[in-house]
């Protein structure tokens, strides 16, 4: 085996050197199987949580950049450190619980959300052949499993007792549960083109047969991933969508009363949640691991580095949005495109076919995948504008019937003064 | 199948076990100094008046039913989308008609005002 191979399969290697060592020690049998899966969920767990250091030392940095601050500069170079001067301070901050709290709610809701958000690390593929599990329906337990942050910030909410909390978890209940909708709708296109639900198998779709990148989703569907993005973001609670947390109108919200360790998980939780969003978009849409040269993992580590980039610039530039533009986004504009979307690939897909073997089945004319995604993103391409302009239309309507209202009040106004000056009551 | 999901469980109870040792461990390492007063709700802001268990607002069971509808419909595209590549062009009219279906009744929705905010 060559430098190259060595260095491209490290992951695969080091994993089963550890499998055959403990077998090696415990001898085959369902205990050493036990401690196999034991380790890897641990390896798993310490690099989600290694990852949430450094996102948030990035995220601060970068957003400073972008509002034209330094950031953190003083724990070691480059404020490098400052992630570990974070934890010791979360790890010795005195922990209150509110005696007016639900003590078992209140305690358990960060622990659920630290650990359902690293739960979802269970099914994504990092490398060929390194992957925790590979579930048959790895897309559906990631969203299945990322819902539970709904369950636990309700919870929080709930159990703090607090009026900010409990409107953070209100407008929770609002916002999470309703942007799962589009995030279900978008990935149906993909299981549709990958056939499977698998995210290696997704992943393998769109790898060439030599290993080069092939296609990858978001040239088929642009439309869909934009959709899925929007949604991501708006259900891990970031900006420009963090209603349910926003500091200048409810404080903190859900995590109002939490303090030291649990306040640290509630972030955890979040972050992780963030970045497994960002992994599950670069496995959809982005080829995951699928790349030239550099070894499967870094590409990974790198295309999910651009979308968390992508969340980072989000958050620097963009203002809040209202609760209720929050929810027309979604209702409005996001589910109907999603739908028509959704019958629009189906019934491509359908008619325009790769495989020779699907067309003696089916019937359908047979194109190469290069002329298959060129049809589907003039599809999405021209649903995207299409909505974009019915919504641009209501939006003048609006806009022309209010200005219509204030004129005619404004003329009502002055009519009134100027009857005033002419015949004012002399006294 | 059976040993996929069993890494599930294993992976569950190792995320639980680790976020619980690290609450445990901050336990051992910070004060513990409780007062009357750091125990109230919103410790650092005004007296809260009366409690925070109130009833949610009708409109977001409104909300959450017409989530539950489009979950439900979600759930039943799955099986669709995989079976795709073996299922005939009559399927996909079928599958069409369903979608046109809920987008029918978030119309109607819509058009009652379900989906107003204010």
Same mark, same amino acid.
């Given at each position: 085996m060559s430098l190259i191979d060595t260095i491209n399969n490290l992951l695969k290697i080091i994993g089963d050197a550890v499998a055959n060592l403990v077998q090696n020690i415990l001898g085959p049998g369902l205990g050493a199987d036990l401690i196999v899966m034991g380790l890897g969920a641990l390896a798993l767990c310490t690099v989600a949580a290694l990852t949430f250091m450094a996102m948030t030392w990035a995220e601060r940095k970068v957003v400073a950049r972008i509002q034209s601050r330094v950031g !953190?500069?003083?724990?070691g170079p480059f404020g490098l450190l400052q992630p570990i001067a974070d934890g010791i301070k979360m790890f010795t901050k005195e922990d209150t619980t509110p005696t007016s709290a639900d003590r078992w709610v209140y305690n358990a809701a960060p622990l659920i959300i630290a650990t359902f958000a690293l739960l979802t690390?269970?099914?994504? !593929?990092?490398?060929?052949?390194?992957?925790g599990t590979n579930l048959n329906i790895g897309v559906f337990f990631v969203i299945a499993v990322g819902s539970a942050s709904t369950v636990a910030i309700l919870m929080a909410g709930w159990g703090s007792n607090n009026k900010y909390s409990l409107l953070g978890a209100f407008r929770t209940v609002a916002q999470l549960v309703g942007y799962e909708v589009p995030m279900l709708l978008n990935v149906i296109p993909v299981i549709v083109l990958a056939g499977s639900m698998g995210l290696a198998d997704i992943v393998q779709r769109q790898t060439l047969a030599d290993g080069n990148p092939g296609i990858p989703f978001i040239v088929y569907l642009p439309l869909s991933a934009l959709a899925f993005f929007i949604a991501g973001v708006a259900e891990t609670g970031r900006? !420009?969508?963090d209603l349910l947390e926003a500091e200048s109108e409810i404080?903190?919200?859900?995590?109002?009363e939490y303090s030291g360790m649990k306040f640290a998980l509630f972030m955890l939780g979040e972050y992780v949640n963030t970045l497994a969003v960002s992994i599950v978009f670069a496995t959809l849409f982005l080829?995951?691991?699928?790349? !030239?040269?550099?070894?499967p993992y870094l590409w990974l580590a790198l295309k999910t580095a651009l979308v968390f980039f992508v969340f980072m610039w989000l958050r620097g530039t963009l203002p809040r949005v209202r609760v209720d533009q929050l929810m027309s986004l979604n209702w409005k504009v996001l589910v109907p495109m999603s739908v028509v979307n959704i019958i629009a690939v189906i019934i491509l897909a359908k008619v325009f076919v790769t495989s020779p073997g699907l067309q003696a089945a089916n019937g359908g004319i047979l194109v190469t995948p290069a002329t298959q995604a060129a049809i589907l993103f003039v599809a999405n391409i021209a649903i995207l504008l299409s909505g974009l302009a019915i919504v641009a239309r209501r939006a003048r309507v609006l806009r022309l019937a209010e200005e219509r209202q204030l004129e005619s009040r404004r003329q009502a106004n002055r009519a009134a003064v100027s009857g005033f000056a002419g015949g004012a009551p002399a006294k | 199948m059976r040993t996929d999901f069993a890494f599930i469980g294993v992976m569950l109870i190792t995320a639980f076990l680790l976020m619980g040792v690290a609450v445990f461990a901050a336990s051992l390492l910070r004060p513990k100094k409780p007062s009357q007063a750091k125990l109230e709700?919103?410790?650092?802001?005004m007296e809260t008046v009366g409690d925070a268990w109130v009833q949610f607002r009708v409109q977001y069971y409104i909300f959450a039913l017409i989530f539950v509808l489009f979950d439900v419909g979600g759930v039943l595209l799955f099986p669709f989308a995989v079976a795709f590549n073996v299922v005939p062009i009559y399927a996909v009219l079928v599958v069409s008609l369903f979608l046109g279906t809920l987008m029918a009744a978030l119309l109607y929705a819509w058009r009652k005002g379900a989906l107003q905010w204010d």
């Open positions: !953190p500069n003083q724990a690390f269970a099914v994504f !593929p990092i490398a060929p052949g390194v992957v900006s !420009p969508f404080v903190a919200g859900f995590h109002v080829g995951g691991y699928a790349g !030239p040269i550099l070894p | 709700t919103y410790e650092c802001g």
